[in-house]
């Protein structure tokens, strides 16, 4: 028996291995053979030899009988996360020899579920960035086209499950780096509710708004894997304490009723026309479905750019000052002393945009300045926030477009930081309000119609299963989530 080269379901890989059609160690070499001829540069670390172990070792569960969603199906985890055994760079040169000595709780509770780790995957230095240029280690390209970026900062993940690298695959998102990167891939992606999933081990970016987040073909996928990521975990102060909740039970529930919420603000200018074509298209897909759209105003939503793009660099600029040389990372070399260590270290090992975060954030967060600037933006948030409770009293779900654009090509406007954080416009809302958006395939646009349109879904606080069955429920009428992209 032998694996398949087209990377099925996640239901159908553990039915798969459950019959013993194939074992996990043939799934993991497929999924590494695929990894290894790859040039999307999705990946920054691969040990084959880590993975089949656990391969050998979920073989060996599955060989005494032992089920489970994940038991023996290969992901892949963003580099954001730590681990150990594969490097934990945070696509920084900052940490581009570093190996954790402990897992973050995410891989922890994946390899605890059975699933085989296939190694890290590419993103934007410390998470920062919507293209996945900020890399270290050079961008990664787009499945569909390999001009075009990936989106960021989780591109690695979003375009390892669009090429079949890997079947699924864990993201961050601290202002869209799930829901972007899965709508210019084409494939599904997932950020929960600010506190669903463990943040211990996941590389600090901004504290308040990072979140863990899934990658996979469907919304089905994406349940499964959210299942097992969710959970308290004492070790992180900001993890909500709820019962385990199954991500799946609203994926055979039918849509008369829902009420979907369009908002006005994110259908203005900015908003590229074919974009806007899908994104109408898939709303009129959930209209016929029974669902009650209606127009809805979220009328904060052109404050949310300037309001994160002061809290998230403050709150980077505190986290990133442990990165001094001293406790682990790079350092470095042929320093004049202690001060001078700091400066060189900070210097060569942070790239551009990240110092361009660090600035602002010292400067947002300096006497005189705080409250002017940090004070403000706090402010602005919890009015973004209120926007969304005020509309989630006349609607259940609210739908627009993840991205302006579709992916833009690699290059095209490294040298105007402003203008890439304009495409976040419509995933920074609900990222600061704390709330789970959800994005699915519903198109393509751009060059030969070869790139990818996502779909959002933004819900109320803890309401998941009923995005991701909303999401369900559009993707059995729809083939978008389907279509493969074929270049690896
Ligand atoms: N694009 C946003 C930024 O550059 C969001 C990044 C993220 O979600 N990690 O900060």
Redesign the pocket.
Known sequence: MSAPSVLPSLAELADGLADGRFSAVELAQACLHRIASSRLNAFIDVKPELTLEQARAADSRLAAGERGPLLGVPIAHKDIFVTRGWRSTAGSRMLADYVSPFDATVVERLAAAGAVCLGKTNCDEF????SNENSHFGPVHNPWDPAAISG??SGGSAAAVAADLVPAATG??????VR?PAAMCGVTGIKPTYGRVSRYGMIA?ASSLDQAGAFGRSADDCARLLGVMAGFDRRDSTSVERPAEDFGRDLGRDLAGLRVGVPAEFFGDGLDGEVRAAIDAAIAVLGRLGADVRPISLPRTRLAIPAYYVI?PAEASSNLSRFDGVRYGHRATGYRDLADMYARTRAEGFGAEVKRRILIGTYVLSHGYYDAYYLKAQQLRRLIADDFQRAFGEVDVIAGPVSPTVAWDIGAQTDDPVRN?LA?VYTLPASLAGLPGLSVPCGFGGAQGRRPIGLQLIGNYFSEARLLGVGHRFQQETDWHRRRAGEV
């Not at 998470?127 to 919507?130: D, P, R």
């Not at 961050?172 to 780096?177: A, H, I, K, P, V």
């Open positions: 998470a920062m960035g919507g960021g900062s961050t998102d601290t202002g869209g780096s972007q970016f998230a954080y976040d």
